[in-house]
């Protein structure tokens, strides 16, 4: 027993959990993927309805009162369906502001959006006219509800 020729070399460890780190790791990667890939699609939401606001309001002289608030409402209504989590789009203005998610903005908010709505049915559906002054109070208070709750 003298002899280095008797020592045993090492015994490798033989196991069916080899693949567990990987796959782990794997896993950790797509979970982290994801995140970005759905936290860079919620910003260029947010992006495309700023963008949309910001074009309504420099061609707002030009549009009559009927296609202003049909693009305003379709604005703020994809602002509230991001923002809350509602099919805003799909609802009247009398459903969406009995939704308390909707009920949960700030007081002030929540008003102004009920006027926004009342001018734009108004205007909509039953051709009123609305004055300039309305129009800019209306694309302020889109602004503020989209300022609101953007991430």
Not at 27 to 40: F, P, S
């Amino acid at each position: 027993m003298d002899d280095i020729r008797d020592i045993k070399g090492p015994i490798g460890l033989t196991g069916g959990a080899d693949w567990l780190g990987p796959a782990a790791a794997a896993g950790v990667l797509a979970l982290v993927g994801l995140a970005v890939w759905r936290w860079q699609r919620c910003r260029a939401a947010w992006r495309d309805i700023r963008e949309g606001l910001a074009a309504l309001a420099r061609e707002a002289p030009a549009l009559d009162d009927r296609a202003f608030y049909y693009r305003l409402t379709d604005l703020a209504g994809r602002a509230l369906a991001r923002g809350l989590g509602i099919a805003a789009t799909a609802m009247t203005s009398a459903e969406l502001l009995a939704r308390p998610e909707v009920a949960s903005l700030p007081p002030a908010l929540h008003a102004d959006l009920a006027a926004l709505l009342g001018r734009a049915d108004a205007a909509r559906y039953a051709g009123a006219a609305a004055t300039a002054a309305a129009k800019t109070a209306d694309l302020a208070t889109a602004g503020r509800l989209i300022g609101s709750r953007r991430p």
